[in-house]
Antibody, heavy 121, light 108 residues
Framework: EVQLVESGGGLVQPGGSLRLSCAAS????????MDWVRQAPGKGLEWVGH??????????EYAASVKGRFTISRDVSKNSLSLQMNSLKIEDTAVYYC????????????WGQGTLVTVSS | DIQMTQSPSSLSASVGDRVTLTCRAS??????LNWYQQKAGKAPKLLIY???SLQSGVPSRFSGSGSGTDFTLTINSLQPEDFATYYC??????????FGRGTKLEIK
């Protein structure tokens, strides 16, 4: 059974940094595309970025709103996905979900429970 | 970026009703359209992928159709557990994968 468990959320001041983690289990982690999707309070869903699978050399892409500030990486030895968030803005306040569509970029079959990041002074 | 427009933004219906939700893409996305259901405080759940394929474990009262730019999600015989917010998402070509703003389905 695929399981995704996020951690690392919390309160951070504008301009600060935070690192989110996602523990993955139930599948071959290196084979799957891994994405981050966020949802601001009371708002809709926004794709943040992804890292492709081993076959695509783990390349990454990001939404324009976070490019240059956020970095996605994975530790295959620990089956862990990370989202390093720097230069945080108030508008980055959201629940962050770790998600996967499996072997290719398509529909998100599996979601974590989400972790809340609040950027406020 | 491809824009996704959902309508209506909210809808009131009764248990047993048949409802149709609409999603329109700003350009053709073939059948790269997915539908999710989200209940308050929970992560979204995949219902339909590739416009019309039912995700495993999803009740058959849910169905999707469309291709190109216009898509629909139909729920036959609404059940109490179906009252939620529904999002469409395109996964065509290259990122960013964009979502619609959602349709909130409420009990009448």
């Amino acid at each position: 059974e695929v399981q995704l468990v996020e951690s690392g959320g919390g309160l951070v001041q504008p301009g600060g940094s935070l690192r989110l983690s996602c523990a993955a289990s139930g599948f071959t982690f290196s084979d799957y595309y891994m994405d981050w999707v966020r949802q601001a309070p009371g708002k809709g869903l926004e794709w943040v970025g992804h890292t492709r699978n081993k076959g695509s050399v783990y390349t990454t892409e990001y939404a324009a709103s976070v490019k240059g500030r956020f970095t996605i990486s994975r530790d295959v030895s620990k089956n862990s996905l990370s989202l390093q968030m720097n230069s945080l803005k108030i508008e980055d306040t959201a629940v962050y979900y770790c998600v996967t569509s499996g072997y290719e970029s398509s529909a998100y079959s599996w979601w974590g429970q989400g972790t809340l990041v609040t950027v406020s002074s | 970026d491809i824009q996704m427009t959902q309508s209506p933004s909210s809808l009131s219906a009764s248990v047993g009703d048949r409802v149709t939700l609409t999603c329109r893409a700003s350009q053709s996305i073939s059948n790269y359209l997915n539908w999710y259901q989200q209940k308050a405080g929970k992560a979204p759940k995949l219902l339909i992928y590739a416009a019309s394929s039912l995700q495993s474990g999803v009740p058959s009262r849910f169905s999707g159709s469309g291709s190109g730019t216009d898509f629909t999600l139909t729920i036959n015989s609404l059940q109490p557990e179906d009252f939620a917010t529904y999002y469409c998402q395109q996964s065509y070509s290259t990122p960013p994968w964009t979502f619609g703003r959602g349709t909130k389905l409420e009990i009448k």
